[in-house]
């Protein structure tokens, strides 16, 4: 079956401060993953996305390399600011499931001044 | 630029009431979705549409029903709202399905059922 595990938070960290948060996952077929942000209040949005092995996706700082070999999504960002507090998500859509999305659980992370 | 659109945002109901959620796209967006959220779970799909006319089971269906109203409208149903329905519920939508079509979310709506 289809499932997504990343780490536990919640994290916090200081401004400035490297950050990784992992994430694997168990997929059948060729998944593509997906990192989304959750702000208080909101819903989720796409941070970003990999459809392929070796595809890096990067957005405002954010990166993330599809691992196929250790089926991995690592998220990483080299300097966190106190706007990136937020609950992210890693997510992977299975075409072999009709397209549906199965995200892990979310974690947390505040960053200090 | 509304986006996705939820409401309410809060409810509370008893055991055995019924309720509608409703969720309204502005986007032009074919496909549509139904999540929850639980602590310690993350997000499970409910039920999806993938063109208007159409309705599919997600992962976790029971105890709901869901009707795609028009292309902008996706409504969710409780007809007899149990405890382990308490929950926080997001809709989202997309321009299609796969990969390339990034989902939208609505904002939530948390409803506590006692």
Redesign the interface.
């Known amino acids: 079956g289809n499932s997504v595990t990343q780490m536990e938070g919640p994290v916090t960290l200081s401004e400035e401060a490297f950050l990784t948060i992992n994430c694997t996952y168990t997929a059948t077929g060729y998944p593509s993953l997906f990192w989304y942000v959750q702000y208080p209040g909101e819903g989720l949005q796409l941070l970003l996305k990999a459809t392929k092995a070796d595809d890096k996706g990067s957005n405002k700082g954010f990166e993330a390399t599809y691992r196929k070999e250790t089926t991995s999504f690592h998220l990483e960002k080299g300097s966190v600011q106190v706007s990136d507090s937020a609950v992210y998500f890693c997510a992977l859509l299975s075409p072999n499931t009709g397209n549906q999305f199965y995200f892990g659980t979310g974690t947390s992370l505040t960053v200090i001044p | 630029n509304a986006g996705?659109t939820q409401t309410p945002k809060f409810q509370v109901l008893k055991t055995g009431q019924s309720m509608t959620l409703q969720c309204a796209q502005d986007m032009n967006h074919n496909s549509m979705y139904w999540y929850r959220q639980d602590p310690?779970?993350?997000?499970?799909?409910i039920y999806?549409s993938a063109s208007e006319g159409t309705t599919?089971k997600?992962?976790v269906p029971n105890g709901y029903n869901v009707s795609r109203l028009n292309k902008r409208e996706f409504s969710l149903r409780l007809e007899s709202a149990a405890p382990s329905q308490t929950s926080v519920y997001?809709c989202?939508s997309s321009v299609g399905?796969?990969?390339?079509y990034?989902?939208?979310?609505?904002?939530?709506t948390r409803l506590t059922v006692t």
Do not use: H, S
């Open positions: 996705v310690g779970m993350g997000l499970r799909l999806y599919d997600g992962e997001f989202a399905q796969g990969p390339t990034e989902q939208y979310f609505g904002p939530g």
